[in-house]
């Protein structure tokens, strides 16, 4: 669906979308346009709109986004909505099943290593309706991207055993090492 026909099944100008958005009337005109693709789209501004929409990032973006532009985007939820409402969101919503149906196994595994690592840093117990998925592990670990990035610049293994150390345990467990979920801009 192009953007333009979401806008209109929500009854929304693009006046008021930016306004809803926090997004600038430039930028919305700018993708209403096409001279801006929502792909090229910063995650921040495509969380705004989403949110401002009532939709998904993945439905607005028609796309399963990469993995992660999809960390990024559930970091943004959680600073956005902060951690109870995060974690209300996410089981309401049923997001981590609904992934999991769809066989995106990375996704799945991220939301339920945040929503359990929320939960610990909150001292709220564990949702029970995940367990099954609890012992899933992804083939390979999965490493940010920063974390290539310094292996390939110092020709070294050692920012990867670095980031294992470092890593968030409800994360490790599924294979994904993630040591901050807080800092993001």
């Not at 006046?15 to 009337?25: A, D, E, I, N, R």
């Not at 969101?89 to 290593?113: D, F, G, M, Q």
């Not at 390979?140 to 890593?167: F, N, Q």
Request: hydrophobic share 40%.
């Amino acid at each position: 669906m192009k953007f333009n026909a979401i806008l209109a099944s929500k009854s929304m100008t693009k006046y008021k979308l930016s306004k809803l958005s926090g997004v600038p009337q430039t930028t919305v005109l700018d993708i209403c346009s096409g001279k801006t693709k929502l792909e090229n789209c910063a995650s921040g501004t495509l969380f705004k709109l989403a949110k401002a929409l009532g939709v998904s990032m993945e439905f607005l973006l028609e796309q399963r986004p990469g993995f992660e532009a999809f960390k990024s985007h559930v970091c943004h939820m959680v600073k956005e909505m902060g951690d109870l409402s995060f974690i209300i969101h996410i089981l309401e919503s049923n997001l981590i099943r609904e992934y999991h149906v769809k066989h995106w196994h990375p996704e799945t595994l991220y939301l339920l290593a945040m929503v359990d690592y929320l939960s610990r840093e909150n001292e709220l117990p564990l949702c029970t309706n995940y367990n099954d998925l609890r012992g899933m592990r992804l083939n390979d670990v999965v490493y940010p991207s920063g974390v290539h990035v310094r292996c390939m610049a110092s020709d070294s293994e050692h920012p990867k055993r670095e980031s294992l150390e470092a890593s968030i345990p409800e994360f490790l467990r599924h294979n994904i090492v993630e040591a901050e979920v807080r800092d993001v801009c």
